[in-house]
């Protein structure tokens, strides 16, 4: 007999953040240790502001190719501005992605000892709000990021503020994404499937279906989450850090069934980094007779990502 379908992941909502903290942990934490997702309803993050930076990446997306290519920097890791179609790969993978990207990152002042991890932003000057728009939707979700690891650090039974100077000037970056409409032909899929690398992944925009991840037993489970919520995800550093206690789950974007093949699809997640120094060393709490340290050497955020990023293709 086939296995029955795995259940959808079920909404928490944010509002319990403020009223019921120990709850809204639990219920996150639980999300989380199941699934690696969690669907986090009424987040707060004004929708105006969402709106806004989205209208503006469809802008700039339709700008003519020619144009958006003087925004790509090859050689630097796709860290800044423009990844066009064609370029990242999911680790293994045989055939590119069906997508194009913008980069945002941190903005530090020049003299900052972090500025030789995070470089400057680059901004595109023809669409005029643009560069207000996209960095305040950057710093919402920077603060969101650090609510959502008050939580997780609660649920790992750790102090509340534990997560908040290791993150606080994090390496995040903020991916503008656009999957162009795929041609009946097209090979491969929208993002082939792959593990984030980072801490937590915020992602808006994921309504317009696609996003999959990978359950325990080895389906695929669709994400269909209520219109307007978020979805976050466990990334790699995540799973590290807690000895696999927060799994960091393989996740895909579909092609589109052959009716919905005309259509674009944009969304933007918010890769959540540690700051670059920060040594990835793993949880105490999270290690026992059964789950004996995983990794015994520690390595800093920085190095891990290097790596990592060599293996998708991006450096
Ligand atoms: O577009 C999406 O819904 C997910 C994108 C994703 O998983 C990624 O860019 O890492
Ligand atoms: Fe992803």
New binding site residues.
């Given amino acids: 007999m086939a296995d029955a379908a795995p259940a959808a992941i079920q909404p928490v909502s944010m509002g319990l953040a403020a009223t019921d903290p120990d709850r809204f942990a639990e219920e996150l934490g639980d999300s989380f240790r199941r699934t690696g997702f969690a669907v986090v309803a009424d987040h707060g993050i004004d929708q105006g502001v969402i709106d806004r930076a989205v209208e503006d990446t469809k802008a700039f997306f339709a700008l003519p190719e020619g144009l958006k290519r003087r925004y790509h920097l090859p050689g630097t890791g796709g860290a800044r501005g423009l990844t066009p179609f064609g370029v990242e790969t999911a680790k293994d993978a045989k055939v590119h992605d069906l997508?194009e990207?913008w980069h945002v990152g941190r903005d530090l002042p020049d003299a900052h000892p972090y500025r030789r991890y995070m470089p400057e932003n680059l901004w595109p000057t023809e669409v005029a709000g643009f560069h207000t728009h996209v960095k305040t939707l950057y710093d919402a979700l920077d603060e969101m990021g650090a609510t959502l690891l008050r939580a997780i650090a609660r649920y790992l039974k750790l102090d509340e503020r534990f997560f908040d100077d290791k993150v606080r000037l994090g390496n995040s970056v903020l991916?503008l994404?656009h999957?162009p409409p795929v041609p009946m032909d097209a090979p491969g899929v929208?993002?082939g499937a792959?593990e984030?690398i980072n801490v937590i992944?915020l992602?808006l925009?994921?309504e317009?279906a696609?996003?999959e991840v990978k359950t325990r037993d080895g389906q695929w489970l669709a994400?269909t989450p209520p219109e307007g919520a978020l979805?976050v995800?466990v990334g790699d550093m995540l799973q590290r850090l807690t000895n696999h206690y927060l799994p960091s789950t393989t996740?895909?974007?579909v092609n589109p069934a052959p009716e919905r093949r005309g259509l674009p699809?944009y969304?933007?997640?918010f890769?959540l980094h540690f700051e670059p120094e920060f040594a990835i060393r793993t949880l105490p709490g999270c290690v026992t007779p059964e789950t004996p340290d995983r990794y015994p050497e520690a390595i800093t955020a920085d190095e891990y990502l290097q790596q990592r990023l060599r293996e998708i293709k991006l450096i």
């Fill in positions: 997508k990207f991916r994404l999957y929208r993002a792959h984030d992944t992602l925009g994921a317009e696609g996003l994400i979805v995800n996740h895909r974007v699809r969304s933007t997640p890769f």
